[in-house]
């Protein structure tokens, strides 16, 4: 991933937190028939530092697990908020008129080599742990133990857990740092009452970062 010097977010813990508010990974993995992409639920643990281990499970019918290059490090990809800037918001716009559209985001690349775990109980330690993580938020929180015990065991005994100890974790967040502070100013102000889906996410994210 390319990453000029002003998007670079070497930070761990700034890199797990987005990991844990958008756990969805794509994983990236090299099969027989090349590279392959996967969207699967990873949970971020703080043991095997400096970087962490993610857990996941994948079905047992996708080849995946068994398909992939022991030799070659897999890649997880967390997307955080993101928002087409327009050149409108610029406050600069008005002065010079050289200006032009962009896109923010943030994100997070994980390496590191994937374990298969084929051990029910693992499987549902970790599914306990995954759902505990993202019931959290609920007043009404659902456990895997709510659901009949055989039911459970019969869908753990069609999936596959998922482990890879990171060993690479890169972290780009490109919010408007290459801006001068009237221009993230007015981009903050054109998000906020923009209605974009991450608009006010993407706002919080350039008023931080350009005070820091």
């Known amino acids: 991933m390319y990453i000029p010097d ?3 977010e070497p930070r761990v813990e700034v890199m797990h937190e987005l990991i844990r508010l958008y756990p969805l990974a794509t ?3 090299l099969s ?3 590279l392959t992409a996967n ?3 990873l949970h971020i643990s703080e043991d095997s530092p400096p970087f962490g281990t993610l857990r996941g499970h994948v079905a ?9 290059s022991e030799n070659v490090d897999v890649l997880a990809i967390f997307h955080g908020p993101n928002a087409y800037i327009t050149p409108s918001w610029y406050a600069t716009k008005q002065e010079t008129g050289k200006v032009v559209p962009t896109w923010n985001y943030t994100t997070v690349h994980a390496y590191g080599s994937l374990k298969v775990i084929d051990n029910a109980l693992w499987i549902r330690s970790q599914l306990e742990s995954l759902t505990a993580h993202n019931e959290a938020s609920f007043a009404k929180q659902w456990q895997v133990s ?3 015990h055989e ?3 019969r869908l753990i005994g069609a999936i596959v857990g998922i482990e890879i100890v990171i060993t690479k974790l890169i972290g780009k967040w490109k919010v408007s740092q290459n801006q001068p502070i009237e221009n993230q100013a007015s981009v903050i102000q054109g998000l906020n009452a923009s209605g974009l889906r991450d608009g006010e996410l993407m706002a919080a994210e350039i008023e931080f ?3 820091n």
């Open 6 to 8: 002003q998007f670079q």
């Open 27 to 29: 994983l990236v993995t």
């Open 32 to 34: 027989s028939d090349g």
């Open 39 to 41: 969207h699967i639920p």
């Open 60 to 68: 047992r019918s996708n080849p995946m697990w068994n398909d992939f």
């Open 146 to 148: 709510d659901a009949p």
């Open 151 to 153: 039911f459970t065991e």
């Open 209 to 211: 970062y350009g005070k």
